[in-house]
């Protein structure tokens, strides 16, 4: 049994040094905070089994910060000890989850009895976690989900192990980082319908299409006569989420004012509509989405530093589609099996050359560029073997040679000159470039802004 991760809270210097010998011949591994403040910031470093705090501490009381940990922490345990205790304040104590309660001065035989009740129950939770985990990941939707995600490759093999993973904790936020295409937003539904969650909502938000005077009105609702033209009561896209999750696609596309006001949300798991007097208490697991180098954003200042760190807590990286080629044939199975049903067609066979072609194509829109070739193809095919010619005109800026872009471009250059050829091969129709390119029309709109187009 792996000892357990014990941290004491006192700010009597002299309790923290007796307990912390008692506690290590017991076999735990110690950490002490001498505040509440100080014990939360143990907390966000490392994980911990059981707090054990004073209650009567200075600036924040133990009951104050068991508050905190059961709403920041829900999986770390808190014994609660006090020299002034009454029995209101013991029930008190019991009702917001505390584990156990101790009186000081806290006698050793009492101290050990407490640390072995808490053995057995945090090893009855882990037992009883790992069954619900394995409930959960035969349910059908999150197995459905799973096996939507094609792929032999090492790579996708790792990112649906760390799906498995992250589906096991329901409050863990999460950050899937990647380029546009390569299938966050299904990564994203699979740990949702693999967590207890997935009887409740999933809410998908493009960050990047919602304008930053509407964005708390649409995150956080308003109510009636808030402003003029709310003509009646209107929930947010987090109160929608209550006990399931929300999905913020494209979060680094999200105003710095929006960012603050996210943020507020994560940390107190509070909103407060537009035009309502009182917070409302949310239960919604965040899972943010990313096709941006948020690291980089927080250097230059275009993304806060501290909402970063809220939000990659559990990371999941996606890599492109011409980092795993082997999973290309794969995948356009997955894609002509899907639109004989929708397209009612009838391919029985792909044509060898269609495999060979497309394993030495970059694919820039990865997997959604993938899919809308599949779906071209076999809209104009007639037959019943998918042939090479039907996707030929839709990879002719990629195979001509006096269209291949010069090889010392860096990755920026390659992908403005992309985005430029794919604009002159549509008449610079946005939308058919975006089409062509395998991004949405939001992503090649901010990169032309950007570039200057």
Known sequence: MQPLSVLIVDDEEDILRKMSLFLQEEGCRISTASSAKKA??????????????????????????????KEQY??????LMTGYGNMETVIQALRQGALDFLNKPVKLDQLRAALLRSRRYISTLKENRLLHSRCRQTNPLFVKTLEDIKGKSAAIQKVKDLIRKASEYDDTTILITGESGTGKELVAKAIHFGSSRRDHPFITVNCSAIPENLVESEFFGYRKGAFTGAMENKIGFFEAAHQGSLFLDEIGD??????????????????????????????????????????????????????????DVFRIHLPPLRERREDIPLILDHFVQEFNQTLRKKIQAVHRQVYENLSHYSFPGNIRELRNMVERA??????????????????????SPSSQPPSSLNVYEHELYLIRKALEQTNYNRYKAAKLLGISWSTLDRKMKQAGI
């Open 40 to 69: 939360l910031e143990i907390l966000q470093e490392a994980k911990v089994d059981i707090v054990i705090s004073d209650i009567r501490m200075p600036t924040m009381n133990g009951l104050e910060l068991l508050s905190k940990i």
């Open 74 to 79: 829900p999986q770390t345990e808190v014994i």
């Open 254 to 311: 999200m105003p710095l004012n929006a960012q603050m006001k996210l943020l507020r949300v994560l940390e107190e798991k509070k909103i407060k509509p537009v035009g309502h007097r009182f917070d409302i208490p949310i239960d919604v697991r965040t899972i943010a989405a990313t096709n941006q180098n948020l690291e980089k954003m927080v250097e230059k200042r275009q993304f806060r530093q501290d909402l970063f760190y809220r939000i």
């Open 378 to 399: 076999m809209i104009l095919c007639p037959a019943e073997t998918l042939e090479w010619r039907y996707f030929q005109d839709r990879l002719q800026l990629s195979r």
